[in-house]
């Protein structure tokens, strides 16, 4: 039996879920998932607040430098087009969360300042691995900031819901992502429709004691008979060889 964060472990071990609001029901990440649609965003005091607050464009919290993915590289290309703040080793920049991710105090100093300074934040992956999307996403969706998402998740609408961040892989180039971000930088209504999702789900990364439940449930009601999924090669299905090996030149 496995327990990963991969979609198709036999027991799913995420970073975050989302929860439906009215039903109180789990709906994503899930292989079956059924979001609603995106909608305008009507409410004159977030508008008020982007533009009174949000007075920076992007920031970024790494303190592990030289990862798999070449995310220091993407990060480099996307400063010649706009303006990003790095905090931590990797950075100029300090803040408690850079220095010490289990200093809750400071974690929460820090999540203040994205939320009311910056309107993006980088959530790029240390390894681009199939399914593998960490706490960076989901900690930050519960705040008023879009995630700009570098991940090796194939199909993002089993974990987030649509039009809620915006991904690098959706892009033709770096210049055209810079682009769109600065348009949604001096365009607060559009900035705002990222947040519809808020009014019907919310986040929580207090995700063990679902997976242990569902583990708990599929060992007791373990059937020797009942076919069962079967791994030749682990190392193929979920080591190195589920990564993908990144260059390091973006356009």
Not at 39 to 68: M, N, R, Y
Not at 147 to 172: C, E, R
């Amino acid at each position: 039996m496995t327990l990963t964060y991969r979609l198709d472990s036999d027991v799913f071990w995420n970073y975050g879920l989302f929860i439906d609001k009215e039903t109180g029901s789990i709906v994503a990440p899930s292989k079956y998932v059924k979001w609603r649609e995106p909608e305008a965003v009507d409410d004159p005091q977030l508008l008020k607040f982007i533009k009174q607050s949000k007075t920076k464009q992007a920031a970024w919290f790494l303190s592990h430098c030289g990862a798999k993915s070449f995310r220091d590289n993407l990060g480099t290309k996307i400063q010649e087009f706009m303006d990003v703040d790095i905090y931590g080793a990797c950075g100029n920049l300090t803040c408690p969360l850079s220095i010490d991710i289990y200093n809750t105090e400071g974690r929460q100093v820090c999540t203040d300042m994205l939320n009311t300074t910056y309107k993006f934040y980088f959530s790029f992956e240390n390894s681009i691995c199939t399914d593998y999307m960490t706490e960076k996403v989901f900690l930050n969706m519960d705040n008023y900031v879009i995630p700009i998402l570098y991940n090796g998740v194939t199909d993002m609408q089993h974990f987030l819901p649509p039009k809620s961040y915006i991904h690098v892989n959706d892009f033709n180039s770096i210049e055209e992502l810079a682009n769109y971000l600065k348009f949604l930088d001096i365009n607060p209504q559009e900035y705002a429709n990222y947040f519809w999702w808020k009014k019907y789900y919310k986040v929580t990364d207090n995700v063990h004691k679902y997976s242990y439940c569902d583990m708990c449930m599929k060992i007791n009601n373990w059937n020797v008979r009942k076919k069962r999924n079967q791994y030749l090669d682990v190392a193929e299905w979920f080591g190195h060889k589920a990564c993908y090996k990144m260059g390091n030149n973006f356009k």
